[in-house]
């Protein structure tokens, strides 16, 4: 009976085994059905083997300065720029692997037991996703779904493709994969991008501290946002739980977690968008530039390349130190100058601010066309469809906005008309400096601040150059007529007859002292901006062939051939003037000024190489001997502050930014101020940089008084100053101190320290230039 019993036990225990048996060879062969359909597409599309080695991810254009930095980049959605797991330091791996998949090396795409303790407790034990499933889903899927069959296909789905992954690619690029492809909020796509926006640093100087809240982000970048006004508690608490993982993993020890917890975040903030950072300027003719690249540059294929998702790169001429440099002489000058000008347009000092010598009605005539040229006017009457009485009258209706001031942007209620009028208070400058052997543009600063005023007065603006066209003048005559630095001519009134060069009137230039007596040298002369001298050469020479040579010399806008161009009524940019200019030091050549090098595709193939543009335009005595006549400004005439060591003097305190400047090298340059100060030029060259200097305001009628402060000495000579002092500072630079090289068979005479322009008997010396060499 005992053994009926047993028999009867061991046959139910047999039958629980095949059901047991049964069951879980049903859930194997159902798994792997699963799997199978999935695999075959029944739940979705399955990227396929070529997908995978090609993911469709969106990279932004790189811009490249020189020396190797990133100056910005081109995006629409994707600030993103992928690197290498060799440029990921160990510790950003590591806390990555001990906080999101500590068997990460063990596993071939699923951890098996991280699956089943998930099912076992419901979820509630942490997830059970692998780095390699978190890649499959940010590539192929992105958000879960909201029902729990959608999820668990989702899942599925994920499995697979993490378990491709994991046959396609190496752990390594796995990895770095996953760092490029995460989104870390404040338009920082991938590490490299988050690391520079949130520390300022590449990803391979990241600290252990630094990676660790990098790492925390991967829960949610939302959520754990390190911005001082979001949610930096949450993300330093997040850290210290990345940094306790990494301790509870063995990568760090106990007192390294324990230190580094009690520190702050120490964020670096600096956000990357087209309004911010460094040349934002110059960025914005890049755009251009590489629009204008792509329409005639289409892909093996025939396609076009996007500027925004094909990940390019571009190799340009800006070297980011000298860059920095420039803006920081801009933002030391201007505040300074524009406080001068805020304390001279002051209500009770000048009624129309910021215009002058303008009645009411010129200037409702300047505004009512300012309004019609404005943003806000395009947007209303295309965009919105508006007539042209609800513009106007919206231009008159207080509104909330914020505006740019030297200390900061300030909110406020104002009627956009009178922000129009803030804003024609201010002076703008446009800077560029250029290496004049290889054209190379080093530096490029189109205003004072792009987010408030985008114009380029670089390239895009052109104004009345002044006394910086003289060179061209007397470079021309050296030239043709074989003029000395030490010929001299009398400061006497001259007078071009109406017709004689085509001017329909006569033409009688003032020196801006009033002083007509005696006489000087044309080194003088130009030192000193003397006006009736450079119309005496301008008489010899004639005004066609000086507007031949500047055409030759890069300059591409409209001079007239008159007599007046020689003091500079041309409307010229300093892009022309800088490429101009860089023709004397570079011995008579021309090189067309260079902005772009290269460009490269994601995949470093070659795609653009720059081919230098160059001429000879004069001889190397001619160039040499107008270079002699410009040292003279920096030495004894207008210019001449550059070489001072002294205190400010008198009126200038207030604004001639980095004085005393001190320079002992040899400088040749020209000082230009136009009519009624609306415009102040400094143009400097040293045998290897030349840099040209604009300050003015957006409108001529808005300028300084007198030319105390309106000169080109005083608005525009200080930023050269504070630039070339950090150029020099900085010894890696190679900024030359040296002498411009002197011709092998230079004829002319350039030393004039033993020459006068008086006669042994005291009267003034005549013209001693031939007349008959008159042209």
């Not at 047993?6 to 699963?34: C, H, P």
């Not at 790169?313 to 440099?325: E, P």
Request: proline share 5%; hydrophobic share 35%; glycine share 8%.
């Amino acid at each position: 009976m005992a053994k009926a019993k047993q028999t009867e036990n061991t046959q139910e225990f047999d039958k629980y085994v095949r059901w047991f048996w049964m069951l879980f060879s049903a859930g194997i062969l159902f798994i792997i059905l699963v799997f199978s359909l999935a695999s075959w597409g029944v739940f979705g599309e399955l990227p396929d083997h070529t997908q995978l080695e090609n993911t469709d991810t969106n990279l932004a254009t790189e811009i490249i300065s020189s020396d190797g930095k990133t100056l910005g980049k081109f995006y629409l959605n994707d600030n993103r720029t992928p690197i290498g797991f060799d440029e990921l330091p160990k510790h950003l791996v590591d806390a990555l692997i001990a906080t999101e998949d500590a068997r990460y090396y063990e596993h071939s795409g699923i951890d098996a037991r991280g699956t089943l303790r998930a099912v076992f407790k419901l979820g509630k034990g942490g997830g059970a996703s692998t780095i390699s499933q978190q890649l499959a889903k940010q590539l192929f899927h992105g958000e879960g779904s909201k029902n729990t069959l959608g999820r668990l296909t989702q899942k599925i789905k994920e499995w697979i493709i993490a378990i491709r992954l994991e046959r396609q690619y190496t752990k390594e690029e796995i990895i770095a994969q996953y760092f490029n492809i995460y989104d870390f909020g404040n338009n920082a796509d991938g590490i490299r991008s988050a690391s520079r926006i949130y520390f300022g640093k590449e990803p391979k100087d990241l600290d252990l501290k630094e990676s660790a809240m990098l790492v925390g982000m991967f829960k949610n970048s939302s959520l754990y946002n390190p911005r001082p006004n979001k949610n930096p508690i949450g993300v330093r608490n997040r850290r210290n739980v990345v940094l306790a993982q990494m301790e509870k993993y063995d990568y760090i020890t106990e007192q390294v977690k324990d230190s580094l917890q009690k520190t702050e975040l120490d964020l670096n903030y600096n956000p990357e968008s087209h309004r911010e950072g460094i040349a934002t300027y110059f960025r914005t003719y890049l755009d251009g530039f590489m629009k204008d690249w792509i329409k005639n540059n289409p892909k093996p294929d025939g396609t076009k390349w996007s500027l925004y998702n094909d990940g390019l790169k571009v190799y340009t001429t800006i070297d980011s130190r000298m860059q920095q440099y420039a803006e920081d002489a801009v933002q030391k000058h201007m505040p300074r100058l524009q406080a001068e000008f805020f304390n001279q347009n002051t209500p009770s000092r000048n009624p129309t601010a910021p215009f002058l010598e303008l009645d009411q009605s010129e200037i409702d005539a300047l505004m009512n066309r300012s309004m019609k040229q404005s943003e806000r006017w395009r947007k209303m009457k295309y965009d919105l469809d508006k007539s042209d009485a609800e513009i106007k009258a919206s231009f008159y209706k207080p509104t909330e906005m914020s505006i740019f001031s030297w200390k900061g942007e300030i909110d406020t209620i104002m009627k956009p008309i009178d922000s129009m009028r803030y804003y024609k208070s201010f002076l703008h400058t446009g800077l560029m400096s250029m290496d004049p052997q290889t054209g190379h543009v080093k530096a490029w600063v189109g205003g004072i601040n792009y987010r408030h005023f985008q114009y380029d007065h670089v390239k895009a603006g052109s104004r009345q150059v002044g006394s910086t066209f003289k060179p061209f003048v007397y470079a021309a005559a050296i030239d043709q007529l074989h003029l000395s630095p030490c010929n001299i001519l009398p400061k006497s009134q001259i007078t071009i007859e109406a017709g004689k060069y085509g001017n329909p009137e006569s033409w009688s230039p003032k020196n801006s002292d009033g002083d007509y007596g005696g006489s000087m040298t044309l080194k003088d002369a130009l030192a000193n901006s003397v006006n009736t001298i450079t119309a005496r050469v301008m008489d010899k020479v004639g005004p066609q062939p000086v507007v031949d040579l500047v055409k030759k010399l890069g300059v591409e806008s409209e001079v007239p051939p008159v007599p007046s161009i020689a003091l500079g009524t041309a409307d010229l940019s300093v892009y022309e003037m800088v490429g101009a200019y860089a023709t004397f030091a570079n011995k008579g050549v021309y090189t067309k000024p260079v902005m772009v090098t290269t460009i490269v595709d994601k995949n470093d193939t070659v795609l653009y190489q720059f081919t230098p543009e160059t001429r000879d335009v004069l001889s190397e005595e001619t160039a040499y001997v107008t270079v002699k006549l410009m040292e003279g400004v920096t030495q004894s005439g207008s210019g001449a502050r550059l070489r001072r060591t002294g205190e400010p003097y008198g009126v200038y305190k207030e604004i001639i930014t980095g004085y005393p400047y001190g320079f002992t090298n040899p400088i040749a340059g020209k000082t230009g101020t136009t009519q009624n100060q609306s415009d102040g030029w400094f143009m400097g060259m040293v045998p290897n940089l030349v840099t040209g200097v604009w300050v003015g305001a957006e409108d001529r009628a808005a300028h300084f008084r007198t030319i105390t402060y309106g000169q080109g000495a005083a608005m525009a000579l200080p930023i050269w100053g504070l630039y070339m002092k950090s150029c020099y500072a900085d010894k890696d630079l190679n900024v030359s101190i040296e002498d411009f090289d002197v011709p092998v068979d230079l004829s002319i005479n350039v030393d004039c320290t033993n020459v006068s322009a008086e006669n042994a008997d005291g009267t003034k010396v005549k013209d001693d230039i031939p007349d008959d060499l008159d042209f």
